[in-house]
């Protein structure tokens, strides 16, 4: 069975755009995963550790027949095929990849937590979701995704980089 969860993609060390198109071909290519649909691309100020440079964030939708852990597992695996490096919490990174969403589930384990934890927390999260969903409702959360983009202070940190036009998949990656 085909489920529906929305991943974020972060990135901000050497070619970054590159770093996000791998990433989502790497996922894509997976025979469990579909990428279905992507938000533009913004460019984003850090956040935690501030002492870095800019990222590029995005969301994209995914159907998939992997369970939230497999999934999980599937996302580190990419992140270590491109170089991903864990020295420091928050620090630089060739990719990140969180899973946000998975359907409707509420899951809380040692290794993942649905709805993300932080989701509400991250306009750099929020405001490309509501690009491509809109009307999405976060389970558990009472507020729509416009209020939660609305209250927070992080937003204007958060700048459209490469928008997204087109229906296909890979629209932001063409030349």
């Not at 990135?11 to 290519?29: F, P």
């Not at 993300?116 to 490309?128: D, G, K, N, S, W």
Request: proline share 5%; glycine share 6%; no cysteine.
């Amino acid at each position: 069975m085909k489920e529906h969860a929305f991943l974020s993609l972060g990135t901000n060390i050497g070619n970054r755009q590159k770093y996000l198109h791998d990433a989502l071909l790497l996922l894509d290519r997976h025979q469990a995963i579909k990428v279905e649909s992507l938000s533009s691309i913004y460019e984003t100020e850090p956040v935690g550790y501030t002492n870095q440079a800019e990222f590029l964030n995005m969301v994209a939708e995914i159907t998939t027949s992997l369970t939230p852990v497999n999934l999980l597992k599937e996302t580190a695996e990419v992140e270590k095929r491109l170089g991903r490096k864990r020295t420091f919490r928050w620090g630089p990174r060739t990719i990140d990849i969180d899973i946000l969403l998975y359907d409707r589930v509420e899951l809380e384990t040692d290794v993942l937590e649905i709805p993300h934890p932080r989701i509400t927390e991250r306009a750099f999260v929020l405001i490309p979701l509501a690009e491509i969903h809109p009307s999405l409702a976060i389970p558990g959360k009472q507020s729509s995704l416009a209020e939660y983009i609305r209250q927070n202070p992080d937003k204007e940190g958060v700048r459209l980089w490469k928008q997204n036009y087109g229906e296909g998949k890979f629209e932001l990656f063409e030349s």
